[in-house]
């Protein structure tokens, strides 16, 4: 599908991997998620990200464990990342 494609080029292309190849966990919460947040490796991430925006009709924020880096995919379609100095 193209939402898959654009989705993994925009991590590609945003500099992302650059962060992801780090041996780090990669945090997930989403709008309704007040109580938990799912840790992942970075392996799926690609994948994961897929998943969520196919299954789960929210927003979703992803980010390591020192919020250094946040990536941020609307329900409305948008994707920002971004890197805290």
Not at 6 to 26: A, C, P, Q, R, T
Not at 27 to 35: A, C, E, H, P, R
Request: net charge negative.
């Amino acid at each position: 599908m193209q939402v898959d494609f654009d989705v993994k080029e925009f991590i590609k292309d945003s500099g992302l991997y650059e962060f992801l190849n780090k041996k780090d966990k990669i945090y997930y919460i989403n709008d309704s998620s007040l109580d938990f947040a799912v840790s992942l490796e970075p392996k799926i991430f690609p994948e994961f990200v897929v998943y969520v925006i196919h299954n789960i009709p929210q927003h979703h924020y992803f980010f390591d464990e020192s919020a250094k880096w946040c990536l941020a995919i609307t329900s409305e379609g948008y994707i920002d990342f971004g890197v805290r100095n």
